[in-house]
């Protein structure tokens, strides 16, 4: 038995598969069986900034605040001829010396007034610096042997150099016009090499029926 087929056939196909077609573009979600996005996750979009740079950069050096808060500018360091130099041990600091003992003899002389008469207090502190550079010297100790006596030879092996007397200032002692009390201030050098002024010193002169005499 035959079949036989309608002669439309082929038209008939051909608009069956237009209407499929037109169908699909215009019906939502009757797209292609491609995957979503949501199915292969979202892409990355392009980083349109730079690459951030690994190496910190080393922050400008800011000139320090004054109490006011004004910036100042660093100070400069000191020139080499700026700094005091070191004097070695027995050597006069620079401006120091014979020169200034004037002034320091006037000074002195203000701050412990004589009450002795111009004349005795002149004998008195001449004296008093004979006596101190042979204490410190050894030299002139036999002008007094009472006063240095044989038997504190011992004392001879420390002995001062380049001593002066810078001021000496004399007046009464306990009340008494036969004892006098001269005050020194004296420069020198140790044996150990030590050098200093304006050290002080005490001499004490009693009358006696041949004159002034240093007593202990």
């Known amino acids: 038995m035959m079949i036989k087929l309608p002669r439309r056939l082929p038209e008939l196909a051909a608009m069956a598969v237009l209407t499929a077609g ?31 740079s690994t190496t910190v950069p080393t922050p400008l050096a800011t000139p320090a605040a004054s109490p006011s808060g004004t910036p100042t500018a660093e100070a400069p360091s000191p020139s080499p001829t700026a700094v005091r130099e070191v004097m070695p041990s027995g050597v006069p600091a620079a401006g120091d010396g014979p020169a200034g003992d004037a002034s320091l003899q006037e000074a ?53 150099t380049g001593v002066r007397v810078q001021a000496a200032a004399a007046h009464t002692a306990d009340g008494s016009t036969d004892k006098v009390r001269v005050d020194l201030l004296w420069a020198g050098t140790s044996p150990t090499g030590s050098y200093g002024d304006s050290r002080p010193a005490t001499v004490i002169f009693t009358r006696t029926s041949t004159g002034w005499e240093p007593v202990r």
């Open 22 to 52: 037109l169908v699909l573009l215009l019906v939502p979600g009757a797209a292609d069986n491609r995957p979503s996005s949501a199915a292969t996750g979202p892409r990355a979009a392009p980083s349109t900034s730079p690459p951030a």
């Open 108 to 160: 002195f002389s203000r701050q412990k007034p004589s009450d002795l008469t111009p004349a005795d207090a002149e004998q008195l502190t001449s004296l008093a610096r004979a006596v101190w550079m042979a204490e410190t010297t050894g030299v002139g100790r036999e002008r007094w042997p009472l006063y240095f006596p044989a038997t504190t030879g011992a004392g001879r092996l420390y002995l001062y």
